[in-house]
């Protein structure tokens, strides 16, 4: 591959027998936005985390160390206080933005581990859209309440920005691109501008995906059937997005259990190794299409991930043709083909055509994906139930389950600076 | 003149927010000038605008003016109202343009001045100013070689 040594595959990871292992999984109930009230943000946090805990059989007093990312609200340090965790030698947040960093943050779990620094090291996620404003607005930028009739609205002029993102998105939101359905339709339209993409392709992404969901008593809209007619009957956001494009708003929790090979031959059910991770952006892709459309064409259509891929595949010793399970970010259709493409399952432009062709499909697809029913379908968890669905499916516990399922590759968001993972069968 | 434009957006759309290295770009904008920021070493643009070259890595720039005139690179009709205030106002377009003599460097901003569903990748614009405030005019584009006036 002409990796370069000091980005090689051997020297970045973990020998074999010192590869972190997953050993816990825990979730909330999964609600539409607004759709829990009996709980904070926070509290389903912990719940989430204490359910992760006793998936593995471990104790609060067994965890030195927290990740998370995104920005977390839920900070570590009040979580590890108000947990009681005896000492916390280990807390991390993942810079990359958004939904980039579920993976990311699994992996500076694993890295934690690895090197000593922490052994049992816990990755949590909650978020409760109808408790906060919704995600992905900018900063500073929600919309603001509606003015009285009879007071004028002030003209507006130039702020003082507060974030380097918010002088960024200052170049978007006043033209009226309030958040990422409409930047990823323009990265989508672009894709179908060049390659032909349709919205029948586009539309296989959410009926395959929903179809998986049905099977999922966890999945927000598990009883809720929908065929390429309700898809493309589906109102119109954001050309070429209709409402069915875009994931889910919702409230709920998960979190995940990072800890030693040894520590997990001892745990209850037993560890999925983290056999590589990668995480990082191409050069001039920015913090992504949201707030950067000046970089080079070929890394404008696609999911920016292509030399994250690259790196993953080669320190798993592994590569798409091995996988048998994927769990790929799905925020908005469009992007999921975008990272088929960039994760090698089909060629550049073609990402529409295979998942037409049915390759995502449970359980007779080439490659099986989102078999819990993803953003789109189960819940929007910024990803890291997806990384919960791949520990499922290497434990033989999916409600779509890959027959002996030996490695799974899961994904964070497309279109910002992203991370990955592939996990396997220990 | 400044302050006297046609209007396509309600004045509640969110203000720009600017830092040290692009209140430039929104003071040319509230004269009508379209620039972009360009390296003063190397000649690479960029935008958004930077603290440095990320070409040559030298950190002084220099704004540098635009025809005004641009091609679509991509786009999409925002057919939801995500503002109480845009009810009226949708559809509206959202396009990236990448203008010429921009050296590659491209621009999210909206196609005004004709039926949302005429635009299309690869169609020839021009800058359109519209004024936010006394302080804050925005680049939009139409398409080109339209009259004025002629909608």
Same mark, same amino acid.
């Given at each position: 591959m002409g990796r370069r040594v000091v980005s090689s595959g051997g020297e970045a990871s973990a020998t074999a027998s010192r590869r972190a292992s997953i050993v816990g999984v825990g979730e909330t109930r999964y609600a539409k936005?607004?759709?829990?009230?009996?709980?904070?943000e926070y509290q389903l946090a912990v719940q989430s985390v204490l359910a992760a805990l006793d998936d593995a059989g471990l104790?609060?007093?067994?965890v030195d160390g927290l990740a998370s990312f995104?920005?977390? *609200?839920?900070?570590a340090t009040f979580l590890a206080a108000d947990l009681g965790?005896?000492?916390?030698r280990y807390a991390t947040m993942s810079w990359l933005p958004g939904g980039g960093g579920a993976c990311a943050a699994v992996s500076n779990a694993a890295t934690a581990v690895e090197t000593g620094q922490a052994e049992v090291v816990v990755v949590y996620r909650s978020l409760c859209q109808g408790q906060f404003r919704?995600?992905? *607005?900018?900063?500073?930028?929600?919309?603001p309440k509606p003015r009285p009739e009879t007071r004028p609205a002030p003209r507006p002029g130039v702020r003082r920005a507060r974030s380097l993102l918010e002088a960024h998105v200052a170049f978007t939101m006043p033209f009226g691109m309030f958040g990422p359905p409409i930047a990823y339709a323009m990265v989508t339209k672009r894709h179908m501008h060049r390659f032909g993409t349709t919205t029948e392709q586009l539309g296989a992404v959410a009926v395959t995906t929903r179809a998986h969901a049905a099977?999922?008593?966890?999945?927000?809209?598990?009883?809720r059937t929908m065929t390429m007619d309700d898809y493309l009957a589906s109102r119109m956001v954001s050309d070429p997005f209709r409402l069915f494009d875009c994931c889910l708003e919702s409230d709920g929790a998960c979190a995940v259990v990072v800890t030693t090979p040894e520590r997990a031959a001892d745990t209850r059910r037993g560890g999925v190794t983290i056999l590589a991770s990668a995480q990082g952006t191409l050069r001039g892709?920015?913090?992504?299409q949201y707030s950067n459309v000046s970089m080079p064409d070929d890394d404008y259509a696609?999911?920016?991930a292509r030399q994250v891929a690259a790196r993953l595949w080669g320190r798993a010793g592994v590569g798409p043709g091995d996988v048998d399970v994927a769990e790929i970010y799905d925020h908005f259709t469009g992007l999921v083909l975008l990272s088929l493409e960039d994760f090698g399952?089909?060629? *550049?432009?073609e990402g529409g055509p295979f998942a037409a062709s049915g390759a995502?499909?449970?359980?007779?697809?080439?490659i099986p994906t989102?078999?819990?029913?993803?953003?789109?379908?189960?819940?929007?968890?910024?990803?890291?139930n997806h990384v919960v669905e791949g520990v499922r499916q290497l434990r033989g516990d999916s409600t779509c389950q890959v027959e002996g399922a030996q490695t799974c590759l899961v994904t964070s968001a497309a279109g910002v600076p992203t991370s990955a993972l592939v996990l396997a069968r220990t | 003149m400044v302050g006297d434009t046609e209007r396509?957006?309600?004045?509640?759309?969110?203000p720009p927010a600017a830092n040290a290295e692009t209140a430039g770009w929104w003071e040319a904008c509230a004269a009508h000038r379209l620039v972009v920021q360009r390296c003063t070493a190397c000649g690479a643009t960029r935008h958004?605008?930077?603290?440095?070259?990320?070409?040559?890595?030298?950190t002084t720039a220099e704004w540098a003016e635009l025809p005004g005139t641009g091609t679509v690179y991509t786009f999409t009709v925002v057919?939801?109202?995500?503002?109480?205030?845009?009810a009226q106002t949708v559809p509206y377009v959202v396009a990236a343009v990448e203008p010429d003599?921009?050296?590659g460097a491209r621009m999210v901003s909206n196609v005004v001045?004709?039926?949302?569903?005429?635009?299309?990748?690869g169609m020839e614009v021009e800058v359109v100013w519209e004024d936010m405030g006394p302080e804050l005019a925005l680049p939009r584009f139409r398409p080109r070689g339209r009259l004025e006036g002629d909608r």
């Open positions: 936005w607004g759709g829990i009230t009996e709980a904070s104790s609060v007093d067994d995104a920005d977390d *609200r839920n900070e965790i005896p000492e916390l919704r995600f992905g *607005r900018g900063p500073g930028n929600a919309a099977r999922n008593p966890r999945a927000i809209m598990g009883e892709f920015g913090h992504g696609s999911a920016g399952f089909c060629g *550049r432009g995502m499909s449970w359980p007779d697809g080439s989102n078999t819990h029913g993803g953003s789109l379908s189960e819940a929007y968890v910024h990803g890291l | 396509w957006f309600p004045d509640d759309m969110p958004p605008p930077g603290p440095v070259c990320p070409r040559c890595r030298v057919r939801q109202a995500f503002l109480p205030s845009l003599g921009g050296g001045g004709c039926d949302p569903e005429e635009v299309s990748v």
